[in-house]
């Protein structure tokens, strides 16, 4: 894993221990890309973080549950519901375009959002989330 991909995953854990009393984390990396994957309870909700770094493309998820309801998840999926919200419809030159997004209310609502990082979804959930 190079320099700047450590240095990104040691910002997003350094950020998550002094936002969440308990934070558990993993690392996998190959040749190709980097994943972390992070878990962390904030009150009474469940944080489920997934940073996907490779050549290609930045993939995240930053998501809060609260029991098995979705209160929120942020990410970056070719999401279909995603896409046609943006263009109007579905087509294969939008295939597979990752599309910024936040699901709400058990993924029953959608809206589009700006690209955003863990600093950006800390600062949503303490101006959102009354712990």
Known sequence: MDGKITGYFTHIIERAKITFPQVQYQIDNTPKRAILRLNAFYGEYQILVTELLSNEARQYR???LKDDWVKAGFDN????????L???????EHS???IP???LENKNELLLTEDITFDIFI?????????
Request: aromatic share 18%; charged share 25%.
């Open 62 to 64: 930053y998501y809060v």
């Open 77 to 84: 999926a070719p999401d279909p519901r995603a896409i046609r």
């Open 86 to 92: 943006k263009y109007g419809k579905i087509g294969y």
């Open 96 to 98: 597979g375009e990752f």
């Open 101 to 103: 997004h936040l699901h």
């Open 123 to 131: 600062d949503w959930l303490k101006a959102n989330l009354s712990v």
